[in-house]
């Protein structure tokens, strides 16, 4: 076993200041040394919410056929009088859309008496943007004038009133049974407008 020498108080007491001073430089030392910091990037993930806008097609209405009440003055003149041959030329004025015009009809007359009896066939119209054609049947009376009571149905036109059909009334008087006042009032359809 080493026997340590006997070291005098003094020198222990001052060796231990040394260790103790040198411990705090130490210290010291190592505070004051910078500490390596290590920064780990943080990823950072974005959401992006995508809204999706829905269009709505533009509901254009389908157009509709329309119906409207036309009425009409005519002034006629029979231009030929007989069993199948009567004829009637004339002028024509209707309610819009039609305004001015000609009528010409065709008919066949039926006495049933020397009084009364009726004319039955076809008839056009003539207007400046296009034509109506129909059939008329007509009863008439003589008691001092001819007085007409009866009906029209419009078949067909051409033009800008292609399409049209309705039915009306016609009503009369003649005072000569060659030169008639006749007035009609019709119900017409109308087929819807072309769209561009």
Not at 24 to 37: E, F, R, S
Not at 132 to 161: C, M
């Amino acid at each position: 076993m080493q026997r340590f020498p006997h070291w005098p108080k003094a020198v222990l007491v001052a060796a231990a200041g040394g260790l103790t001073a040198l411990g705090v430089a130490t210290g010291l030392t190592q505070a004051a040394a910078p500490t390596a910091t290590t920064t780990t990037p943080t990823a950072t993930t974005t959401t992006t919410k995508t809204t999706t806008t829905k269009t709505t097609p533009k509901v254009v209405p389908t157009p509709k056929a329309t119906t409207r009440k036309i009425t009409c003055s005519e002034t006629v003149v029979a231009t030929r009088a007989g069993g199948n041959n009567s004829e009637n030329f004339g002028t024509v004025s209707c309610s819009a859309p039609f305004g001015e015009g000609v009528r010409h009809d065709t008919a066949t007359l039926l006495t049933t008496s020397k009084t009364e009896g009726s004319f039955a066939g076809g008839v056009k119209l003539f207007f400046n943007t296009g034509t109506l054609r129909g059939r008329f049947r007509l009863a008439f009376t003589v008691a001092g004038q001819v007085a007409y009571n009866g009906t029209l149905r419009i078949s067909s036109g051409t033009g800008e009133f292609a399409g049209v059909t309705g039915k009306g009334t016609t009503r009369g008087t003649s005072q000569d049974g060659v030169h008639s006042a006749i007035t009609e009032k019709l119900t017409l359809k109308f087929p819807p407008k072309k769209t561009a």
